[in-house]
């Protein structure tokens, strides 16, 4: 708890939702409608309420049933502020309204909190019979955000009252001066009882937050994991999380790549939107990966690509005759592409771009022997990068927009632009489909509360992609 509350007194000062992203994480803004979303889930979904005030299934064995605080034994029963009135007991609450929740974000603070809740109580009246009341009930609670020992964003409760409102006598007789008598225990009681809910509800959303931070596999060559770079900051449009991704390999080492420190201009977060920046360095991440553990090489054959493109030296002698000397025709050819360094990823404005520097062997395959070399030419695929996001992660799906390369080892000397058309079909049938099919990896997303980007707008900007959702 120490460090999660000198973290709180070191916290900054608020900043607008716009701006530059200086560092080269993963930028999120989570729009204040978001957590209330999370905080009114929480109280419909889960036990929270049955679990802190019992409800009418669990009368005789909720904190407020028959032996809790307000049961027989209780501060309203036999033995409490009314034992001098026998006849007054088993005051419980029986019923309690979902609350209504309002939140206001605190720029360089957090959250006020407010919960508006009706409670029923029932009882057996002084003069016999069935006592009913029904209570108006505010919850008011002032929270901070901070880093909990774990690193990850907290909610705090740091302060919480309730204000009692009207208070209604549904049925039954109370005289007024034990009406008033109800009513003070109520305003004293209530508080012990209804701010516990905020803890609870607190506890639920901090364990969605604390989800943000989180491994998320690249297939099975690795992982990365999502960590605060800075501070949480908060203004009066949205929470706003600098996360750093962190990729490690499958044995849990960190690979470290090149980060460019290119800042990000960051466009505005408009109003109920919360939004996700993903930098151009996680895109080379992720190929890099791909890279050195050899994922992008490939060898292809004559059976990887359709009859119509000939994967044979007779084809190839209608194209570049001098380049097979004195081989005989119709033998069957072999593609070996090596892809030595990584890829090189360009996002600029409304559009994406992957350059690939492949080396190509050209081979003679021979049937039960060695293949014989032809020639060996060093290319540049340069494909085009459609993204599509997930609940989880940012899909690529690629095709081959033109090769740029150079022959430069042969027997032979030859004209290596005439087999550009060929080799660019070759390729669109047998490699773009496994790039695509290895791309199913993604490019990892945090998760953001229970925020999902599936159907967010996707907008391309320079060296970022921002993925907004409505709230």
């Known amino acids: ?19 530059l992203l200086e560092t080269v994480g993963t930028l999120a803004r989570i729009d204040k409608d978001e957590l209330v979303k999370a905080i009114q889930n929480s109280l419909v979904g889960g036990p929270i309420l049955q679990d802190v005030l019992g409800t009418v299934t669990s009368l005789n064995q909720g904190l407020l049933g028959s032996k809790g605080l307000l049961g027989g034994g209780g501060l309203l029963g036999y033995g409490g502020i009314f034992g001098v009135v026998e006849k007054l007991s088993g005051l419980k609450i029986e019923e309690l309204t979902l609350p209504k929740v309002s939140l206001k974000l605190l720029p360089g603070f957090g959250v006020q909190l407010n919960l508006h809740t009706k409670v029923g109580l029932h009882g057996s009246g002084p003069l016999g019979g069935l006592l009913q009341l029904a209570a108006e009930v505010n919850v008011s609670s002032r929270v901070a955000l901070g880093v909990s020992s774990r690193g990850t964003p907290i909610l705090v409760l740091k302060r919480c009252s309730t204000l009692l409102g009207h208070i209604s006598l549904l049925s039954g007789l109370l005289p007024a001066p034990l009406f008033a008598v109800v009513e ?24 969605l937050l604390g989800a943000t931070l989180s491994l998320v596999p690249l297939g099975g060559l690795g ?32 690979i470290d790549f090149p980060k460019p420190h290119i800042p990000i201009k960051v466009p505005p977060k408009e109003d109920h939107t919360s939004q996700v920046t993903v930098p151009l360095y996680l895109f080379s991440t992720v190929f890099g990966v791909l890279q050195t553990n ?34 005989p025709p119709g033998q069957h050819l072999l593609l070996s592409l090596r ?29 039960q022997g060695t293949p014989s070399a032809l020639f060996q030419l060093n290319e540049v695929l340069i494909l085009n990068a459609q993204l599509a996001p997930s609940a989880t992660k940012l899909h690529l799906s690629l095709s081959l927009e033109r090769l740029s390369g150079k022959l430069v080892s042969s027997a032979y000397t030859f004209d290596a632009s005439h087999l550009e058309e060929w080799l660019s079909d070759v390729l669109r049938a ?11 990896v993604g490019i990892p997303l945090p998760k953001i509360l229970n925020v999902n980007f599936v159907s967010s707008n996707l907008d391309i900007i320079e060296n970022a992609v921002v993925l907004t959702v409505a709230s």
């Open 1 to 19: 708890m120490l460090g999660v509350w000198s973290l709180l007194l070191l916290w900054g000062l608020a900043t607008p939702c716009e701006g």
């Open 184 to 207: 003070q225990t109520l305003f004293e009681v209530l508080p012990g009882l209804l701010c516990p809910v905020v803890d609870s509800v607190l506890g639920v959303v901090n364990e």
């Open 223 to 254: 992982a990365v994991e999502f960590t605060l770079a800075t501070l949480p900051l908060i203004s009066n449009q949205c929470i706003e999380l600098d996360i750093n991704p962190i990729v490690k390999s499958v044995a849990g080492d960190i």
């Open 294 to 327: 050899g994922v992008l090489d490939t060898d292809i054959t004559s059976e990887l690509v359709p009859s119509n493109i000939l994967m044979t030296t007779s084809g190839l002698a209608a194209l570049v005759p001098e380049a097979l000397g004195k081989l």
């Open 339 to 367: 892809v030595k360094e990584a890829p090189t990823i360009s996002l600029q404005k409304k559009k994406a771009t992957v350059s690939i520097p492949a080396t190509i062997h050209v081979l003679s395959a021979v049937p």
């Open 430 to 440: 047998a490699y773009v489909p496994k790039l695509n099919v290895d791309l199913q």
